[in-house]
């Protein structure tokens, strides 16, 4: 069987839809999650990401909702840990249970983490995350350094009105500690909504030039490998900023990636309904050949562009933690 294109060779697997954090741009303030039952189950996401390493997929990032809050989580990396052929196992995550888990995940095998922090101020952080608290988290990226994961970055989701003054300090934080950030335009999946006033999204473009005004930017990413991040080197430092732009950089012409939703459902785009039902393969007796010839031709309907449009109401109400980011 013919292995992926190299356009794809990345792939997110969300392992759960729960999360001990409720973001007020990612989550209702209260959730209705998927049952148990309708959930992958340890050994289900294993084989999975076996298939796809078998297709020749190179990089896994585990997602969410919050992974490391997913019952059975050491086994899952133990196994992810072990396939043969893939190259980077990554990790996005909320920080919160990181002070405890950081170094069995890099003994595992993880390679890279991601972890979300918006805010450096105690009382808005969790105002942001609802029920969320900064110390756990402060703890969780200091251990993930300890642990000498080879990369580390900070993610964080700026908007006007919420943290839109915290773009230097949360920079200058990343130099400090000696890891990279990104800096993610929120995507319409849920409502942003506080106190009954809409939050204002803030483009990638505006949030370069106001660093560009405190640092020099070497822009880091070749055409060739082109995700949609815009990284650059923040000159005379070891630290990377990246600009994830869904809206203002149309972006699918150049995405490398496949996501897997929670339960099990093989998305070709977050801003695209088209979906592949793999929680019923793998629970049919499919064999694993017979799934791999589906997911193949699956791949033709992956779209070049994606509909979020910053005027009309979200097209798809879909809530991140179900997609995983
Ligand atoms: N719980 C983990 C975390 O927060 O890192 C992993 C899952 S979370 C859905 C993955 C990423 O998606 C986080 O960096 C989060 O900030 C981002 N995210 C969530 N909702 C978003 C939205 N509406 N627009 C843009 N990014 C969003
Ligand atoms: Fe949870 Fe991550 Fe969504 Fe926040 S962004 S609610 S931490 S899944």
New binding site residues.
């Given amino acids: 069987m013919d292995s992926f294109d190299r356009r794809i060779s990345y792939l997110r697997l969300s392992v759960t839809d729960r999360?001990d954090?409720?973001?007020q741009y990612?989550?209702a303030e209260t959730m209705e999650f998927l049952p148990r039952t309708q959930v992958l189950t340890i050994e289900e996401l294993v084989r999975t990401a076996r298939l796809f390493t078998e297709l020749g997929v190179r990089k896994i990032r585990v997602t969410?909702?919050?992974p490391l809050i997913r019952r059975g989580v050491d086994e899952l990396f133990t196994g992810l840990g072990n396939l043969p052929g893939l190259e980077t196992l990554a990790l996005t995550t909320?920080g919160s249970q990181l002070a405890a888990q950081a170094p069995q995940l890099r003994e595992a095998g993880v390679n890279s983490v991601n972890i979300?922090l918006d805010s450096l101020d105690p009382s808005r952080f969790h105002a942001i995350?609802r029920i969320g608290y900064l110390d756990a988290v402060m703890r969780g990226i200091d251990a993930a350094i300890a642990a000498g994961f080879e990369r580390i970055r900070l993610n964080a989701v700026i908007l006007e009105g919420l943290n839109r003054d915290e773009v230097l300090s949360l920079t200058r934080f990343a130099i400090d500690k000696n890891i990279h950030i990104a800096f993610i335009e929120e995507m319409p999946l849920g409502q942003v909504n506080v106190g009954g006033k809409a939050l204002a999204y803030v483009s990638s473009d505006e949030l370069k030039a106001e660093l560009e005004q405190h640092f020099e930017l070497h822009a880091l990413n070749s055409q060739a490998n082109a995700g949609p991040s815009r990284d650059f080197l923040i000159a005379g430092t070891r630290t990377e900023v990246g600009f994830i732009s869904p809206h203002s950089h149309n972006f699918c012409a150049q995405c490398n990636r496949l996501r897997i939703s929670a339960e099990g459902r093989l998305l070709m785009c977050l801003g695209n309904e088209e979906s592949i039902d793999l929680r019923g393969l793998l629970r049919s007796g499919c064999s694993d050949e017979d799934i791999k010839t589906t997911i193949m031709d699956s791949l033709s309907i992956k779209p070049e562009r994606h509909n979020f449009d910053r005027t009309d109401q979200p097209q798809i109400v879909r809530f991140?933690?179900a997609t995983g980011?």
Avoid: K
């Fill in positions: 999360c954090f409720r973001c990612c989550m969410g909702g919050e909320n979300s995350t991140m933690n980011g």
